[in-house]
């Protein structure tokens, strides 16, 4: 997985106006921001990668948390408008109307008071995934929270989302693909994969929630998973620096 070497300068940036309106939270909050921005490869990945592309203007991110990704959507368009953003970067999609999906109540009330002043304001739900209503999407995120569910809802939930894709790439002619960003567990690297296990739920705790059973799965029962939904599947080693077995699924609707 390679980097552009001379962007460091503009994601230190990026990542610091997106965690900074944490602070109205409290310290908890900004430091989870920066810290999970700044040491979680996937964020910098997807924003260098331009795998949010200019067409996606409906985000759905399912397990938001605190709302860190609708933060880094809204510091990426700021950088944009004053002419801030790297020539090596794809251009950053318009502003997003973002909805934004979480079991914890305690991580909805941060994301509110720190980024529900944003324009057009983010939309968030206080929901379980399964049952929660799926709107008419772009592009779907979802990290590192299917596996809290058990296979059966994790197909289920999998079929809702490329519904809610299919949906809204009824409105669009730009030919951007409607599209599904999924980081998993890769079952089958079983060192790593414990690992992950293991952070998971001390972070888990550290942010004050019980720490539910887990369901994980071999990376290509995933990506045979999507498949047979009829998505066009690559996939990303996603645990540089880190010694997880996460890798991020990019799965695309053909348009």
Not at 117 to 122: A, T
Not at 194 to 216: F, L, Y
Request: net charge positive.
């Amino acid at each position: 997985m390679t980097r552009l070497p001379s962007t460091d300068n503009h994601w230190n940036s990026l990542l610091v106006n997106a965690a900074q309106p944490y602070r109205q939270a409290g310290r908890f909050a900004w430091h989870f921001a920066r810290g999970k921005l700044g040491r979680d490869p996937v964020f910098r990945w997807v924003v260098e990668q331009g795998l949010i592309m200019p067409g996606h203007r409906r985000v759905l991110d399912i397990g938001c948390g605190q709302g860190l990704l609708a933060s880094l959507l809204a510091a990426m368009n700021e950088m944009h408008s004053d002419a801030q953003w790297p020539t090596g970067w794809s251009l950053p999609p318009a502003p997003a109307r973002y909805t934004g999906i979480e079991l914890m109540p305690r991580d909805v009330a941060r994301a509110e008071r720190s980024i529900g002043h944003l324009q057009p304001p983010p939309a968030f739900v206080c929901a379980d995934m399964c049952s929660a209503a799926l709107p008419a999407s772009d592009l779907v995120v979802i990290l590192d929270v299917l596996h809290y569910v058990d296979l059966s809802a994790q197909e289920k939930v999998l079929e809702r989302v490329r519904e809610a894709l299919a949906a809204g790439a009824g409105d669009r002619r730009d030919g951007v693909p409607p599209r599904l960003l999924l980081r998993v567990g890769d079952a089958a690297s079983a060192v790593g994969y414990r690992i992950s296990q293991w952070v998971d739920h001390a972070v888990t705790r550290a942010r004050g929630h019980q720490m539910p059973p887990t369901w994980g799965r071999p990376l290509a029962e995933w990506q045979r998973q999507l498949e047979r939904l009829g998505f066009e599947v690559s996939s990303v080693p996603m645990s540089r620096g880190t010694p997880f077995a996460n890798v991020l699924l990019v799965a695309d609707l053909p348009t």
